[in-house]
Antibody
């Protein structure tokens, strides 16, 4: 059974850097074809895809946020870490991580974590 | 960047059929996936590869494509189907996934 759980601060100040960790079980990020992505959802708004990392360390970023995002993996710890710099109140959202088993054309998110809520406020 | 267009809302009576559309340029050449999100919960995959259902998803949920539009069809709608629904594809030019703006399904 695949599970994912997001963790990180619930409150960050403007201009600070946010670090979120996705800890997963039931699969390995060293297995060919596997990926983990991050998605966020501001209160009352739509889903927004942020970044993803594949088993071979290939990475993709949202073009609008690319300059602020870094995604990395620790295969031994079964974790994926997302950092977002220069946080702003508009970044207030629930952040999800999700497992994927396909690439590019075949990419979809089949198992999601429950999400973690991040508020940006001074 | 590739844009997916969904109607903000769809309403349907219990027992009837709901159709939620997702429009995009040349969407016929892309693989479309659909997610259901109930209030306060994480999204759940309900359709992948245009029309395949993950295990545990009722047969009432189906997907199709025609022209520049993909459609999620929910037959014999139940009160428990009330949720937000999102379509998703891979933007082959931008080389990243894209979500539609979401559709709120209301069961009357």
């Amino acid at each position: 059974q695949i599970t994912l759980k997001e963790s990180g601060p619930t409150l960050v100040k403007p201009t600070q850097t946010l670090t979120l960790t996705c800890t997963f079980s039931g699969f390995s990020l060293s297995t060919s074809g596997v990926g983990v992505g991050w998605i966020r959802q501001p209160p009352g708004k739509a889903l927004e895809w942020l970044a993803l990392i594949y088993w071979d360390d290939d990475k993709r970023y949202s073009p609008s946020l690319k300059s602020r995002l870094t995604i990395s993996k620790d295969t031994s710890k079964n974790q994926v870490v997302l950092t977002m710099t220069n946080m702003d109140p508009v970044d207030t959202a629930t952040y999800y991580c999700a497992h994927s088993g396909g690439r590019n054309y075949y990419y979809y998110m089949d198992v999601w974590g429950k999400g973690t809520t991040v508020t940006v406020s001074s | 960047s590739y844009v997916l267009t969904q109607p903000p809302s769809v309403s349907v009576a219990p027992g009837k059929t709901a159709r939620i559309t997702c429009g995009g340029n040349n969407i016929g050449g892309k693989s479309v996936h659909w997610y259901q999100q109930k209030p306060g919960q994480a999204p759940v995959l309900v359709i992948y590869y245009d029309g395949d259902r993950p295990s545990g998803i009722p047969e009432r949920f189906s997907g199709s494509k025609s022209g520049n539009t993909a459609t999620l069809t929910i037959s014999r709608v139940e009160a428990g189907d009330e949720a937000d629904y999102y379509c998703q594809v891979w933007d082959s030019i931008g080389d990243h996934p894209v979500f539609g703006g979401g559709t709120k399904l209301t069961v009357l």
